[in-house]
């Protein structure tokens, strides 16, 4: 018997409730004591098209996903037949019994590639092209069928309930299938309807009706479905108080609160919306520790251009200001994120990938605009550009950004992805207090050296610090122009050539500042042997994959160093190369084609990786596929280049 170890994997059609039935055993599995780490998986589509969830359950930390199921819960036919060859022996499928004659060409959900795929795989085993036999090939690879006929239980919970109109409610099939799961698994029911409350919260009295039908479906299970070669049991163990369970879009969020933004702008744009819905759900605020309310506003605009620009505005008038944005937002961003630049505006870019080009893949996920980020927009403006690499180092990364920007004045991309966005995991409680807040050079009154010799307030005051003393706009006294030209020490537009050299010198030279100040934990970090032959570079969410991976290999007796690079603008080029000192492998390993930090490495660093690493196909690297791409190096068998193709 396996005991709290194992990846659970429920699918529908979008709308069908997966991520409500996701989001209540992870949260079960939580109070419960357990670690967890899921990722969520869906097409660009409102309602209809196939959506899965995948959550491991450890009773240790983890921070990435596996490419096996242990248990398949399904309340659909599309998903057996996406999922059905990846049940482990030992492992269960829950279906809808309904469902078992359905053909693969009947699901119209099911794209030509994907269905070719399907029964190419099934004839190979000698079988038709229906969910029986999808099912049938499961089992004999040592799968355990439990099949639920839904509207048949949910008919009689109605009448159970003297409820007739019950029996309408389909939506209630995903906490029936989950319970159902959970039955089988021998899971606490006391957790489990901890769990359901919470997520239903905003509605007791539906947060009830899913009690009682999860305690329906759980008796049923418990009665009639057989619990014989099923080899995966939950068991709930002591909560730890310093554990949380967080979801990837709502930690930058948490972050920006703390750190004080007060205005955050935005246009709709999958991954980066759910950012700022977060805001806006809890724009009235309780100011930590200090007992007092606060609040954030949060405006829609009408595109991207509205947005940033909006959010300069923000800015200059002194508050924090943010903008959350995707890959085609921020394309559109590119000419005000110049004018920011020249007028040395702190202005925040939450920027959160997803694969492109052009509209590319919008719900999935990749790291390609590494270099966008970094050059984005005509001429040469200085910008830092930060990433975080998991959902805990994003809330605490959101206040460092503001920080950067304030105390640097220039903007600030802060890089995340939809896989960091769409998932959800145990980590330690947020600590505000870990990060303090930094304003940097901002005033509220003008002072004597802030002004030029005709006493005027010099925004721009050239000295031998390229940071000066930054007003708010509408301060007493402190006139001040800002251009999208080159301009003079006020702000009044200029194209002396000596003046020019001047003010592109200050603005670049706050680069080398910040290069020098920002603490060496923000510029990289070094994971595992600091002398291992075999060094990784990656950066961003990669770094779950990885650390797990490491954790099997060293368990193995294999040895390898990580570098996760965290400030990419301006880049840490002496620490890198101490870091990657003496190794006699170095493995690039990133979401995206190119190897973009592979890239950043051999112009800065000198040295070009041995090995590539990458994957491109819209899902996140697995535990699985990191781990036998570094074997390979490690025993010497690796290509140059690896492309990974896991996923459905």
């Known amino acids: 018997m396996i005991t709290n170890s194992l990846s659970w994997v429920i699918g529908g059609g979008q709308g069908s409730g997966v991520d409500s039935a996701a989001n209540i055993f992870s949260r079960a599995c939580a109070v419960g004591g357990l ?12 309602k209809g098209e196939h959506s899965y969830f995948t959550v491991r359950i450890a009773e240790k ?94 008919e009689e919970f109605a009448s159970n ?104 702008t935005y246009y709709p744009i999958t991954p980066a919306s759910d950012d700022s819905e977060y805001l806006e759900s809890h724009e009235i605020l309780d100011i930590y520790d200090s007992g007092k309310k606060g609040s954030t506003v949060v405006m829609q605009t009408e595109d991207e251009i509205a947005a940033i620009t909006m959010a300069i505005g923000g ?6 200001s943010a903008t959350a944005t995707s890959g085609p937002g921020f394309s559109l961003m590119a000419e005000a994120l110049g004018w920011a630049g020249i007028n040395e505006v702190p202005v925040v870019v939450s ?24 050059n984005a927009g005509h001429g040469e403006f200085p910008r830092i550009v930060f990433a975080s690499g998991d959902i805990e180092e994003s809330f605490y990364d959101s206040i460092k950004v503001f920080n950067f920007a304030d105390k640097y004045q220039m903007p600030v991309i802060h890089l995340l992805d939809k896989a960091i966005a769409n998932s959800v995991m145990t980590c330690k409680v947020f600590d505000p207090a870990r990060v303090k807040i930094e304003r940097g050079a901002l005033a509220t009154k003008i002072t004597e050296k802030d002004k030029g010799v005709a006493g005027s307030y010099l925004r721009f005051k050239l000295t031998d610090n390229p940071i000066t003393t ?9 006139i001040f122009w800002n251009t999208g030209d080159e301009h003079t020490e006020e702000g009044h537009i200029t194209e002396d ?26 510029k990289a970090v ?81 040295r070009a990786p041995d090995y590539k690493v990458v994957k491109y196909n819209g899902r996140p690297m697995s535990l699985e596929e990191v781990y036998n791409a570094v074997m390979q190096i490690i025993s010497g068998d690796a290509a140059r280049r690896q492309v990974l193709k896991g996923g459905t």
């Open 61 to 154: 930390p983890i921070r990435s996903s596996v490419d096996e199921i242990n248990v398949l819960v399904s309340f659909d036919a599309e998903t057996v037949f996406r999922h059905f060859n990846k049940v482990t022996k030992g492992g269960a499928i829950f279906y809808d019994a309904n469902a078992s004659e359905t053909k693969v060409d009947e699901v119209p959900t099911l794209d030509d590639p994907a269905a070719r795929r399907i029964k190419t795989m099934l004839e190979k085993g000698g079988l038709g092209t229906t969910v029986n036999d999808a099912l049938e090939f499961a089992k004999k690879n040592g799968a355990v069928l439990y099949s639920m006929p839904y509207f048949k239980l949910l």
């Open 470 to 478: 930054r007003i708010p706009l509408g301060t007493e006294d402190a």
């Open 351 to 374: 920027l959160y990938q997803r694969a492109g080009p052009s509209t590319g893949l919008p719900t999935r996920h990749e790291q390609g605009d590494l270099q966008f980020a970094i």
């Open 35 to 46: 670690h967890v780490f899921g990722k969520r998986e869906y097409y660009s589509n409102i």
């Open 497 to 522: 050539p000596e003046m020019r050299v001047r003010m592109v010198d200050k603005r670049m030279d706050k680069l080398e500042l910040a290069l020098k100040e920002i603490p060496d934990d923000d």
């Open 315 to 320: 800015a200059l008038s002194g508050a924090r």
């Open 526 to 606: 070094m994971f595992g042997d600091p002398k291992a032959d075999v060094a990784i570079i990656s950066w961003g969410s990669t770094k779950g994959a990885i650390l797990d991976a490491m954790e099997m290999l060293e368990a193995e007796g294999k040895k390898v160093r990580f570098v996760q690079v965290r400030l990419l603008n301006p880049f840490p080029t002496e620490l890198v190369k101490s870091m990657l000192a003496g190794a006699k492998a170095v493995a690039d390993i990133e979401m995206n084609y190119l190897g973009q930090l592979g890239a950043l490495v051999s112009q800065h660093v000198g």
């Open 161 to 264: 309930m003297n409820n007739p109109s019950l029996s309408k409610l389909t939506r209630m099939t995903n906490v029936m299938a989950l319970s159902a799961s959970m039955a089988l698994l021998d899971f606490d029911t006391d957790s489990l309807a901890k769990a359901i409350r919470y997520i239903f919260k905003a509605k007791e009295s539906v947060a009830e009706m899913n009690v009682k039908a999860a305690s329906h479906i759980y008796g049923y299970a418990k009665q009639k479905l057989d619990p014989a070669g099923f080899e995966y049991r939950l068991k709930i163990r002591p909560a730890d108080s310093n554990m949380m369970i967080v979801l990837g879009n709502q930690s930058s969020a948490m972050g920006k609160m703390v750190a004080g933004c007060r205005f955050q």
